[in-house]
């Protein structure tokens, strides 16, 4: 008997040492560091795109804290962010792109990740206009993760078929489609559930409209007779174009959610960026079969581009060498395949393989080598790209005045957006 109680105990013993163990070296994994990463990818194939980069890392050593923020677009977590700085709760990276990058760094946050940088070649593997984005006062503090491409339209074929369509080829047959969609009893357009995919709709069809010079002068430049002029008339009457097809109970609807009408057919397009993609497969249809994409056709085509991008930032409650242990697994070849190819996007690194790849991702391909040679590529205004928050928010109000108000005309619209943008942009400078 007694021997018997002393082999139980001696079974149970064991088997506590092991959980012990076996408990300790699963949380000692990721033991050279933690990283905290502040974002606002929260739909279900940006969270799986993260997880790809968390499970990187930890095979590293390393411990990545997902801090995801969701709802506005990335607004709400720009509030978190400023919100943390002020409590000195800065995380170690944080998802900011575009001109919002040099005002972090002239505040004195940014942190100098130039090693990593030299040590992969940024320089070379990079496109010129991304590189140089994520430099400030020629340093890089930010690192990129991929190109989206925003002036997509994703378009069921069964729907198409349903309703007797043909796919567009430019303006007029793309709106002819449009008719014969909503006259078969399917939404045209599955969009406008709040002013930023109402603006990204309106990205697309700016270049269509007007072409890469004008859209450069407009949004870049903030060139106030383009701004109020002809071709900027005519790209909102195409935006008010687009609002008469689309769900008029859309409002408040999530782009993930509109993504998933067009897949399920209830809706015969979406125009919005190629993240869109992540959530056509998850929803188990493939890019370019059943979902054809195409850019939104008009007298003009290129390559509005989106380049998502961490920040980091120094004094931050994350350790340095998770940091740049971040920033260098970032823009490895093998995390650049897994993570695009989840996102939707295409490898920022240059030279990166594209074998599995979807369909429209190799026309991504195709159409930004093509934007480059015949400069077609432009920073999109709507993603935080082109213009500071101030300005792009100038801009935002017009377009969803522009939107809910019918009566407005395209010229008053356009008008204000001139105005509007100088002197947000003044105000900015002050």
């Not at 000692?28 to 739909?43: E, H, I, R, Y």
């Not at 677009?73 to 800065?90: P, Y």
Request: with cysteine; aromatic share 8%.
């Amino acid at each position: 008997m007694t021997q018997t109680r002393w082999a139980v105990r001696g079974l149970q013993l064991g088997a506590a040492v092991a959980a012990l163990s076996i408990g300790a070296a699963a949380h000692a994994a990721p033991d050279k560091g933690t990283v905290s990463v502040l974002n606002w990818w929260t739909s279900g194939s940006e969270a799986k795109s993260m997880n790809v980069l968390q499970d990187m890392l930890a095979s590293d050593g390393y411990k990545m804290i997902n801090n995801a923020v969701s709802g506005g677009g990335g607004s709400n977590a720009r509030t978190v962010l400023k919100s943390r700085i002020q409590s000195n709760n800065i995380p170690g990276a944080a998802q900011i792109k575009g001109p919002e990058i040099q005002q972090w760094c002239k505040a004195g946050l940014a942190m100098n990740i130039d090693k990593v940088a030299a040590d992969q070649n940024w320089a070379r593997i990079l496109p010129g206009p991304v590189a140089e984005g994520m430099q400030c006062d020629g340093h890089f503090v930010a690192v990129p993760f991929n190109l989206h491409r925003i002036n997509w339209v994703w378009i069921n074929k069964s729907a198409m078929e349903k309703a007797g369509a043909a796919m567009p080829s430019d303006w007029n047959s793309f709106v002819t489609a449009l008719k014969k969609l909503k006259a078969a009893g399917i939404t045209p357009i599955a969009g406008g559930g709040d002013t930023w995919q109402v603006a990204t709709e309106f990205d697309a069809v700016a270049l269509a409209t007007g072409g890469a010079d004008f859209y450069r002068k407009a949004f870049v430049d903030l060139d106030e007779a383009v701004l109020s002029g002809p071709k900027m008339v005519k790209s909102l009457e195409r935006l008010r174009t687009l609002q008469r097809y689309e769900d008029p109970n859309g409002q408040g609807l999530s782009w993930n959610h509109d993504t998933g009408l067009v897949v399920k057919g209830e809706a015969g397009m979406q125009i919005m960026g190629d993240w869109a993609k992540g959530e056509i497969t998850n929803a188990g249809a493939t890019p370019g079969d059943e979902i054809a994409c195409m850019a939104l056709p008009g007298e003009h085509t290129g390559f509005v581009y989106n380049a998502d991008s961490f920040e980091m930032f120094k004094n931050s409650n994350s350790d340095e060498a998770a940091q740049y242990a971040f920033a260098r697994t970032a823009l490895s070849p093998a995390f650049q395949r897994k993570f695009n190819m989840a996102k939707g996007s295409i490898p920022v690194r240059q030279g990166v393989s594209l074998e599995g790849f979807d369909a429209c991702a190799q026309k991504a391909q195709t159409a930004f080598e093509a934007a480059v040679d015949n400069d077609a590529l432009v920073p999109s205004y709507s993603q935080d790209m082109a213009e500071n928050g101030a300005v792009k928010g100038a801009l935002f109000d017009v377009i969803a005045k522009f939107y809910n108000d019918k009566d407005m005309s395209a010229k008053d619209a356009a008008a204000q957006m001139a105005s509007q943008a100088q002197q947000a942009q003044m105000m900015s400078q002050l």
